[in-house]
């Protein structure tokens, strides 16, 4: 069993940048994938950015060049870095591990809200 925790989520005026991360309970060296949704109130859950067990990450068109997803194997960490933030960013974020054919994990979540 995998637990994910979330934190960095918070204030930001547009422009701004924001360090998520998502600290796993156990190992994430197994996980294929991790990565990170967000829900916006009102809004259906979207994919933000998936990044594989090699470390090969894909975006949505909605944020591509300006948030990078990462991953620290040895920490069990995977970072959201978000730059050139917009008031469409605003979001609760979700962190997300899965296995191949396994149901996946997902975390509590953490509030981003950015002003204009």
């Known amino acids: 069993q995998v637990q994910l925790v979330e934190s960095g989520g918070g204030l930001v005026q547009a422009g701004g940048s924001l360090r998520l991360s998502c600290a796993a309970s156990?190992?994430?060296?197994?996980?294929?994938?991790m990565g990170w949704y967000r829900q916006a109130p009102g809004k259906k859950r979207e994919l933000v950015g998936i990044i594989t067990s090699s470390g090969s990450p894909t975006y949505a068109d909605s944020v591509k060049g300006r948030f990078t997803i990462s991953r620290d194997n040895a920490k069990n960490t995977v970072y959201l870095q978000m730059n050139s933030l917009k008031p469409e960013d605003t979001a609760v974020y979700l962190c997300y591990a899965q296995m191949i054919g396994r149901n996946p994990y997902w975390g509590q979540g953490t509030q981003v809200t950015v002003s204009s």
């Open positions: 156990g190992s994430i060296f197994s996980m294929d994938f």
